[in-house]
T-cell receptor, first 114, second 117 residues
Framework: DAGVTQSPTHLIKTRGQQVTLRCSPK?????VSWYQQALGQGPQFIFQ???????QRGNFPDRFSGHQFPNYSSELNVNALLLGDSALYLC?????????????FGPGTRLTVT | AQKITQTQPGMFVQEKEAVTLDCTYD???????LFWYKQPSSGEMIFLIY??????QNATEGRYSLNFQKARKSANLVISASQLGDSAMYFC??????????????FGKGTKLSVKP
């Protein structure tokens, strides 16, 4: 049973560029959430996708956008990169079937903006 | 506003001993869920244990137990018989009030646990 997978593992971009991060949820999960974890901090919620729509959003600017595909996989796009966007980006998946939607996390994508 | 506070930036414990990691939370909702995650240096967040606000008993999962004191708004993680592989960052989290069972998680800043041989 494959867990949550993310790609790429590491990424280096220049200020002003755009980046796309990818996530495949755990088998049987239909909901994908994205988190940003700056160095030395806890993860912060970016947004959540279900049925190909953004359902919840945290306090992040419009430069952060996403998409969910019919197979439940998801992408996180960040435009006009800033140095402060350097962080570990975590994807988490869950299922709306259970009463307690435990979120399973992927290994993350470490983004460095220079 | 909902908030998670972890006041211990770092902790040391001798192998095979028990350790308690502190977590306090703030919420005005009567119904909420509390989680503990482990994050090794590889980066992946590993779910450890869950406690619902209406659960009568403290949650336990193997060597992990949650010392839930509702009146004090604390949800401390107890790891018994520490192992070298327990060395990692530990995060306490609360489910956001919006979104019901699918609500996003609000994390504390974490505690770095180091297990000494």
């Amino acid at each position: 049973d494959a867990g949550v997978t993310q790609s790429p593992t590491h990424l280096i971009k220049t200020r002003g560029q755009q980046v796309t991060l990818r996530c495949s949820p755990k088998s049987g999960h239909d909901t994908v959430s994205w988190y940003q974890q700056a160095l030395g901090q806890g993860p912060q919620f970016i947004f959540q996708y279900y049925e190909e729509e953004e359902r919840q959003r945290g306090n992040f600017p419009d430069r952060f956008s996403g998409h969910q595909f019919p197979n439940y996989s998801s992408e996180l796009n960040v435009n006009a990169l800033l140095l402060g966007d350097s962080a570990l980006y975590l994807c988490a998946s869950s299922s709306r079937q259970g009463l307690v939607a435990e979120q399973y996390f992927g290994p993350g994508t470490r983004l460095t903006v220079t | 506003a909902q908030k998670i506070t972890q006041t211990q930036p770092g902790m040391f414990v001798q192998e095979k001993e028990a350790v308690t990691l502190d977590c306090t939370y703030d919420t005005s909702d009567p119904s909420y869920g509390l989680f503990w995650y482990k994050q090794p240096s590889s980066g992946e967040m590993i779910f450890l244990i869950y406690q619902g606000s209406y659960d009568q008993q403290n949650a336990t999962e193997g060597r992990y137990s949650l010392n839930f004191q509702k009146a004090r708004k604390s949800a401390n993680l107890v790891i018994s018989a520490s192992q070298l592989g327990d060395s990692a960052m530990y995060f306490c989290a609360m489910r956001d009030r919006y979104g019901g069972s699918q609500g996003n998680l609000i994390f504390g800043k974490g505690t770095k646990l180091s297990v000494k041989p």
